[in-house]
């Protein structure tokens, strides 16, 4: 099952651009993924430099939020002048926001703020990470809240691919039901049926569901919450109970899943992202290729 890039690039997502991870650790990716937020850090690369990688993202996601990392040594690079052009250019002021180390005195923070918050109107923040990063998750995740990087989602919904199956049994024989997930959360999952669909009813338990999320197994309890028709196939949502029938996953399940469905939503998100930033380098190098063959003089004939 292919995955469309319009699915994946729905939603509202957040960018860190070249970000500190000595500040902000990659772990914190996770975490704010279980609290509702989907973001990324954007690396260093030697391949694509970070103007092209800016601009593919800025074009492929509608709903994003970008914060620049300003302390970043870039050669040849000021970042005042970049983020300047870069706003104007796409007209997203209050999409962008910039994060740089604690600054030693108070003035410097505010000739920062003074700079991107009023002369050049950014409305996301600035973010001062502290040096001891265990202050930093909670500074930023109230930056998230306050920007509300969640959009319109309760949770974040990771799409799968024919590597997320769901197996349980079910009627008077105990019959083995296998299929593919369309998509999964914290919370709930996906699953299309074809044919005469399933035979569960509205509201009907379906207990101990093996799932295995790319290699990632884990067992819970779940409740169907809707149906409808797809294109002649059924969709179905389930909500995952625990064993004592509260709503959600036990904590133990919740907090191993939380990083393997991150890291399915980050495969395929760099997936189009790295395809991208290869099409840019090979339209480039075929411009440079006409641009040589255009200044090598014409054959003479004799």
Not at 37 to 65: A, G
Not at 154 to 179: H, V
Not at 248 to 255: F, S
């Amino acid at each position: 099952m292919g995955i469309s890039v319009n699915e994946i690039v729905t939603g509202r997502k957040t960018f860190f651009i070249l970000p500190d991870t000595s500040l902000m650790p990659e772990s914190y990716l996770e975490d704010y993924f279980s609290i509702g937020y989907e973001c990324y850090y954007v690396p260093f690369d030697k391949r694509v430099n970070i103007k092209k990688k800016v601009k593919v993202i800025t074009s492929l996601f509608k709903d994003l939020i970008i914060f620049f990392n300003i302390d970043y040594n870039l050669p040849n690079h000021d970042w005042d002048d970049y983020i300047y052009e870069y706003i104007h250019e796409n007209d997203n002021a209050n999409s962008v926001g910039i994060m740089y180390a604690k600054r030693q005195t108070k003035a410097e923070k505010s000739l920062i703020e003074r700079k991107y918050l009023y002369e050049m109107g950014i409305r996301c923040g600035c973010i001062q990470l502290e040096y001891q990063k265990a202050h930093n998750f909670d500074l930023v995740a109230k930056i998230l809240f306050a920007n509300q990087a969640q959009g319109r989602r309760k949770t974040i919904r990771a799409l799968c691919s024919s590597a997320c199956t769901y197996t349980y049994t079910y009627g008077q024989y105990n019959d083995s039901i296998t299929g593919t997930l369309q998509d999964i959360s914290l919370s709930h999952f996906t699953i299309l049926v074809t044919g005469a669909g399933l035979e569960i009813k509205l509201y009907e338990k379906i207990s101990d569901i093996h799932f295995n999320i790319r290699g990632f197994l884990f067992r819970s309890d779940a409740v169907l919450v809707m149906e409808r028709p797809v294109n002649g196939d059924m969709l179905y949502v389930f909500a995952f109970v625990t064993s004592s029938g509260t709503n959600g996953l036990e904590d133990r399940t919740r907090g191993l899943l939380a990083p393997a469905l991150y890291k399915l939503m980050s495969v395929n998100c760099n997936a189009i992202l790295d395809q991208m930033y290869e099409q840019i380098n090979e339209a480039e190098a075929v411009d440079e290729l006409e641009s040589i063959e255009g200044d090598k003089p014409e054959d003479e004939t004799l």
